[in-house]
C-alpha cells in the first residue's frame, strides 16, 4: 500500500528557507503516470495547493508562490522536496504531499502533514 | 478568499440527511472540470470521500454522494452518523488561474 511521509524541520526563522521531504514506501516516485503534489493548511484556514511535481521531472506550480518554490524529486531514495525562500509568519501551516493522477485529479493518498512554524 | 465557496458549517441530528455546497465558476466547476470530496478529522490527513464528482472509493460508505451542476457541485451524507463530524473540503482545478483550488471547508457538526 502505497504511503507518504513528511519531514523537516518544525521551525523557520523569517527570510529563511523551508525545506521538506517526501519520502514514498510502497511505491515508486518514477513507476507509473503519476503527479506528486505538495498542499498545505494554515491554522483555522482551508487547503492551499502549493505544487506539483510529474515522475518525468515537470514541475508545476502555484501562480501565487512560484517565486518563492521550488519542487525536485530524487529517484533514487523515492522522495520528492519542497522549498520555500524568503519564509514570513504567513507561511506557518500543516505541509502535506499527496499523490495524484493529473493536475485535474484527485489526491490520494496523503501523507500525515507536517506543522511547519515560522518564528524568530 | 478561496475561490472554490462552502458554507462555514453545517449541522444535522443523527440519521437525518445534508447536503454541503461547493460553490465555483465558468473557469473550474463550470467548465467541467471534476470536483472532489474530501473528510478531514481534527489531526488527520484528509480522506478521499468523492473524486471525478459522484465517485466513491472502496471503503467509503454509500451514505456519501456527490453530485454536480452547472458552477457548483454537492456532497449529501445521509443516515448522518455521530463519527460523520468532520471537516470537508471540495477540489476542483481553474484554468483560467492555472491552479488546483480548494473550497475553505465545511464543519458538520452532528447534534
Known amino acids: 500500500q502505497l504511503q507518504l511521509q513528511e519531514s523537516g524541520p518544525g521551525l523557520v526563522k523569517p527570510s529563511e528557507t523551508l525545506s521538506l521531504t517526501c519520502t514514498i514506501s510502497?511505491?515508486?516516485?518514477?513507476?507509473?503516470?503519476?503527479?506528486w503534489g505538495w498542499i498545505r493548511q494554515p491554522p483555522g484556514k482551508g487547503l492551499e495547493w502549493i505544487g506539483t511535481i510529474h515522475y518525468s521531472g515537470s514541475t508545476y506550480y502555484n501562480p501565487s508562490l512560484k517565486s518563492r518554490i521550488t519542487i525536485s524529486g530524487d529517484t533514487s531514495k523515492n522522495q520528492f522536496s519542497l522549498k520555500v525562500s524568503s519564509v514570513t509568519a504567513a507561511d506557518t501551516a500543516v505541509y502535506s504531499c499527496?499523490?495524484?493522477?493529473?493536475?485535474?485529479?484527485?489526491?490520494?493518498?496523503w501523507g500525515q502533514g507536517t506543522l511547519v512554524t515560522v518564528s524568530s | 478568499q478561496s475561490v472554490l465557496t462552502q458554507p462555514p458549517s453545517v449541522s444535522g441530528a443523527p440519521g437525518q440527511r445534508i447536503t454541503i455546497s461547493c460553490t465555483g465558476s465558468s473557469s473550474n466547476i463550470g467548465a467541467g472540470y471534476d470536483v472532489h470530496w474530501y473528510q478531514q478529522l481534527p489531526g488527520t490527513a484528509p480522506r478521499l470521500l468523492i473524486y471525478?464528482?459522484?465517485n466513491r472509493p472502496s471503503g467509503v460508505p454509500d451514505r456519501f454522494s456527490g453530485s454536480n451542476s452547472g458552477t457548483s457541485a454537492s456532497l449529501a451524507i445521509t443516515g448522518l452518523q455521530a463519527e460523520d463530524e468532520a471537516d470537508y473540503c471540495c477540489q476542483s482545478y481553474d484554468t483560467s488561474l492555472n491552479v488546483v483550488v480548494f473550497g475553505g471547508g465545511t464543519k458538520l457538526t452532528v447534534l
Open positions: 471525478g464528482n459522484t
Open positions: 499527496a499523490r495524484h493522477e493529473s493536475l485535474v485529479a484527485q489526491f490520494d493518498p
Open positions: 510502497g511505491g515508486s516516485i518514477s513507476s507509473g503516470d503519476y503527479y
